[in-house]
């Protein structure tokens, strides 16, 4: 008797340990892993995972939200409840001043509670509205109210059982209706979790699975992988003095950001270097391969150094830079879509920022050197060498870019310069850079001038770069226009001004003469 007892115990925890996860959905939905589920957002399929997580980025700038993770915060919105034991409280951030005093906050505080914003949703939009009707506007606070209204806008549409979009079957075709269509008793529908599954495997049966790459690509956080191995391969390199390891570490760094890509190009279906974040990500890997290869050819380290500074650079912005690079894939504007151009354009013009980047960390570094080191002009002159490599890489990939600009610009608005302002900062890099070639290549400039120019010259590239986008946000180049980064360009500025202010009186050199 005492046998059968114990067995019969043994059994009903067992089953309660198998029927724990059915009964957790049927009780409270959003406890579980909706990640897999797909949805119809932004004009394409992607894992709620994903579009969670934008959601929550957009709206609140954090990832998750009191421990629970984005799926689940966004579905307990789109239900309208919330977890048995906490209660959602969203905030929004607020970084203007002026919005802060319209808003009655706190120089202090930097956010604001999302309902407490919504009860001043009217005076938000009459402000906007008077804002805009000025004759002089301030346009970084006009942006901002612009882009908390909006904040709001799309958390509505959450609240209200509209944004999440299902996959459903009508007359066998497939219909995407939002959750609150698709379940009208949303939290307390026993089997909402039992229709879930149903409207997923109707869809991947449908359509594909192809929509989970984009699950599998957030979740391997392959950039942040790369970023510790190229730190790992310059530690390699230049402290432990370890070419091997360095070596190995590059291309793991390498391999890494390559499956990366791959892996969002699939997603995207074109080539990743159409917004500003993909332009960083490509530019990096890009000098990265090109320092490389060079290195190789040459049997120089000083090439690979340059490449794995300038990709840590890239990868650290593209990590901890989230407010000024969107990491979101969205669909290209319909003129620039399925376009080989495009792709042969964008990937030149990158290609030659990356090999202008090395040669501007080298710059900057000789730089230093020159200014705060003993250094014989025999090393002057070797860097000198280096550098003028680089350039010539670059300037010859900015030119066949611009060239490929043209053609695309031909063939997307028909005609082949406009002088928008893209492109007249790239002709205007372009002409430096000749200019300094040219100027080197005669003896017109002296090594240690040509190091100092070749520092500076940078500057127009992050012009027209980063520049246009955030500084003149105008021209046809609309499609990849970005809020934010003034800031970062204007420390760049300065930063780099000064650098080159510094080291233009003296230097401590091994024949005493001066940089």
Request: with cysteine.
């Amino acid at each position: 008797m005492k046998t059968f007892i114990f067995f019969f115990i043994i059994f009903i925890l067992s089953l309660t340990t198998y029927l724990a996860p059915s009964l957790a959905w049927a009780n409270d939905v959003c406890a579980e892993d909706l990640g897999s589920l797909p949805t119809l957002a932004g004009g394409r399929v992607k894992p709620l995972y994903v579009h969670a997580q934008e959601f929550l980025k957009f709206v609140t700038n954090k990832r998750s939200l009191a421990k629970m993770s984005a799926p689940s915060v966004y579905c307990y919105l789109s239900l309208g409840t919330s977890p048995q034991d906490r209660e959602l409280k969203l905030t929004s951030p607020v970084g203007h001043v002026k919005l802060k005093k319209f808003l009655s906050l706190d120089d202090k505080v930097n956010e604001i509670a999302i309902e407490t914003l919504l009860a001043q949703d009217a005076q938000l939009k009459q402000e906007y509205q008077s804002e805009s009707q000025k004759s002089d506007p301030d346009e970084s606070y006009k942006t901002e109210i612009g882009t908390t209204l909006s904040r709001l806008e799309h958390y509505k549409s959450v609240k209200d059982g509209l944004d999440w979009t299902i996959p459903t079957e009508v007359a066998s075709e497939l219909k995407w209706i939002p959750i609150k269509e698709f379940a009208p008793s949303l939290a307390q529908d026993p089997v909402l979790s039992a229709k879930l599954q149903e409207a997923k495997t109707f869809f991947i049966k449908k359509q594909t699975d192809h929509y989970l790459l984009e699950l599998l690509y957030a979740k391997a956080h392959l950039f942040s992988w790369a970023m510790l191995t190229t730190l790992l391969a310059m530690t390699a390199f230049v402290l432990l003095k370890k070419s091997l390891w360095g070596n190995i570490l590059t291309f793991v760094s390498l391999g890494l950001e390559l499956t990366a890509m791959t892996l969002r190009s699939l997603i995207s279906g074109r080539a990743p270097i159409t917004n500003m974040y993909e332009t960083v990500m490509f530019s990096g890997f890009g000098a990265l391969v090109l320092a490389t290869v060079i290195s190789l050819i040459k049997k120089e380290k000083i090439y690979m150094w340059g490449g794995l500074g300038y990709n840590f650079l890239c990868l650290f912005m593209m990590m901890f830079a989230n407010n000024m690079l969107d990491s979101s894939i969205a669909p290209l504007v319909p003129v620039l879509r399925d376009n080989f151009w495009l792709s042969t354009h964008l990937c030149s013009i990158m290609l030659s920022y990356g090999a202008l980047a090395l040669s501007w960390i080298l710059a900057n570094i000789m730089l230093v050197r020159m200014r705060f080191f003993t250094i014989s002009s025999k090393d002057v002159v070797y860097y000198t060498k280096v550098i003028h490599t680089c350039l010539k890489y670059g300037v010859v990939l900015l030119a066949a870019g611009i060239i490929l600009g043209g053609i695309l610009a031909d063939y997307s608005w028909g005609r082949f310069w406009g002088w928008d302002p893209k492109e007249t900062w790239s002709l205007i890099t372009l002409c430096i850079y000749m200019a300094i070639l040219h100027g080197r290549y005669t003896s017109w400039i002296s090594p240690e001038r040509f190091i100092l120019i070749t520092a500076g010259a940078f500057m127009s590239v992050m012009m027209a770069w980063f520049g246009v986008n955030y500084i003149l946000a105008s021209g046809l180049h609309s499609y990849g226009f970005s809020t934010g980064g003034a800031l970062f360009l204007g420390i760049f500025f300065a930063l780099q001004i000064s650098v080159m202010v510094i080291c233009s009186f003296g230097g401590r050199r091994a024949d005493n003469r001066s940089c």
